[in-house]
């Protein structure tokens, strides 16, 4: 009776166990054993089971079992686009915004979350553009400035975002954090008696980090919504790298860096030296769920070369020491990397692939004229940024340059995704040289850029270009081509 029990040779199987057995096959297995036999297709093209490839695969995480009627066919659309993505980003064809900013400010700094962008600017404002729908329900985020008189508002230090909080320190110690959810307006202020030196926001939750002069403190809202100090700590130096720890549960967990000396910080208890050797300071960091890692440079009459080292937080000791360069680690890219694998870039304009599993080199590529300032990775390429203002993209597989873009100033932020690609490129001189101001082509050239590139639309499909911005002046230029044709050439 084939309705109730399926045969498997000269055995008959309940049809629940053979779906069993059947859970255990790969896509292409499954295609085979859909042409032996009838009663094997119909288990073949089970809903369960392409279900749970969707799954196993990424596509369509949040989604159930019930949301759609044909899941192998779902699956089949998701695997079209992720190849039409993959082809896009490696002929470079989609589209290219310029995110355009406030007239007479600088960039100060540039932080993105899931195609959110923030940029904080010399005049004191925060923006704030979603590149995913194109849609600027808030562009400008108020501050306690706003009343008085023009620009006499501080700098803005640094900006982060998430899915729900903006926040924004200022050059004179001050704090805002917006709910994005609600308005414009901040919902918490606060205040340090000293410049802040380092921010963080956790990408899962509300808890805010900050550093300012000797003192460490960490935010977060309680049940009500009134933010609190979750804890404060004192540390020895001046902070130079701060990360709030991913997935901790109910007690906030930080890691901060001063000096040589890397602190773990932990709500519920006092600051704890996680590393520290006399004389050889920390040039970058990156922390995951389990694991923070961190270049240090060797200093004194014993060298031993420049390093990174990967720490355990829950053991709280060192896993690998990495690498062995004569140039300093200017970045370190653990949370967004492949299992087993980091990305890092260095004073000496290259970019390493290292294996965690065997503490060696997987490959390096001379990537930049100058040293490497931004880095990240996922399965295939490698997307870095360098000071020289250089943009390039590896196809790591293959050991080949993909396409590069150059913009003026050095690029201080990249963020990606399988779809979009931000870019920052941040200036150092926060002051105008030329004092036409009023002189377009003066202020393009100092005030720094931000580029968003979107790759999930096939060129061909577009008939005219994305709507800019919603807003009271020109906040977004749009480019809809092959960018292929925009910059013709690698070698820019």
């Not at 119909?42 to 990424?58: F, H, N, P, T």
């Not at 320190?169 to 805002?176: C, I, Q, R, S, T």
């Not at 653990?334 to 390493?352: A, C, E, I, K, T």
């Amino acid at each position: 009776n084939e309705m109730d029990d399926v045969p498997f040779f000269d055995v008959q199987l309940p049809y629940e166990l053979a779906i069993n057995i059947f859970q255990y096959l790969d896509r292409k297995e499954l295609g085979r054993c859909a042409q032996v036999s009838k009663t094997w297709k119909v288990i073949a093209e089970d809903e369960v089971l392409w279900y749970r490839l969707c799954q196993q695969e990424g596509h369509l995480p949040e989604s159930s079992i019930s949301d759609y009627s044909c899941w192998k066919l779902i699956f089949q659309e998701c695997r079209a686009k992720e190849h039409m993505l993959r082809t896009n980003w490696k002929n470079r064809k989609g589209a290219v915004s310029e995110l355009e900013h406030i007239p007479d400010a600088v960039l100060c700094d540039v932080h993105s979350h899931d195609g959110v962008v923030i940029a904080g600017y010399t005049s004191g404002e925060v923006r704030v553009w979603d590149t995913r729908t194109w849609d600027y329900v808030a562009p400008f985020l108020e501050s306690e400035y706003e009343e008085d008189e023009p620009g006499m508002q501080p700098y803005v230090s640094f900006v982060r975002i998430n899915s729900s909080l903006a926040v924004a320190a200022y050059e004179d110690g001050f704090l805002n954090i917006w709910d994005l959810r609600t308005g414009k307006y901040p919902i918490h202020h606060f205040e340090h008696d000293a410049r802040i030196q380092a921010l963080a926001l956790s990408k899962d939750d509300a808890t805010v980090a900050t550093a300012s002069a000797f003192d460490v403190v960490m935010l977060y809202p309680n049940e009500e919504g009134y933010w609190q100090i979750a804890a404060e700590f004192e540390v020895q130096k001046l902070v130079d790298y701060l990360e709030i720890v991913p997935d901790t549960g109910r007690y906030p967990v930080a890691v901060a860096t001063a000096g040589d000396l890397v602190y773990l910080l932990k709500a519920e208890d006092s600051a704890r030296t996680l590393h520290y050797v006399y004389g050889q300071p920390v040039t970058c960091l990156d922390v995951s769920a389990n694991q923070v890692a961190f270049g240090v440079k060797s200093l004194g009459w014993v060298y031993e070369g420049n390093k990174i080292l990967v720490y355990s937080l829950e053991a709280e000791r060192c896993l690998s020491k990495l690498g062995n360069t004569l140039g300093d680690f200017t970045c370190v890219n653990l949370r967004d990397s492949p299992p087993n694998l980091m990305v890092s870039g260095n004073m000496d304009r290259r970019v390493r692939i290292h294996d965690l599993r065997t503490d060696k080199i997987a490959l390096s590529l001379s990537a930049h004229q100058l040293g490497v300032s931004a880095v990240q990775m996922d399965d295939w390429k490698v997307v870095s940024g360098g000071e020289e203002g250089l943009v390039s993209v590896w196809d790591y597989r293959m050991n080949q340059k993909l396409w590069e873009v150059h913009s003026r100033h050095a690029v201080r932020h990249i963020s990606f995704n399988s779809h979009s690609l931000i870019t920052a490129n941040v200036p150092y001189e926060k002051v105008v040289r030329n004092s036409d101001l009023d002189s377009f082509a003066t202020h393009r050239r100092h005030r720094g850029l931000i580029h968003a590139y979107e790759f999930a639309v096939d060129q061909l499909a577009f008939q005219s270009p994305l709507p800019v911005c919603r807003s009271s002046c020109d906040t977004m230029t749009s480019y809809n081509y092959d960018l292929a044709l925009t910059f013709p050439s690698d070698n820019i």
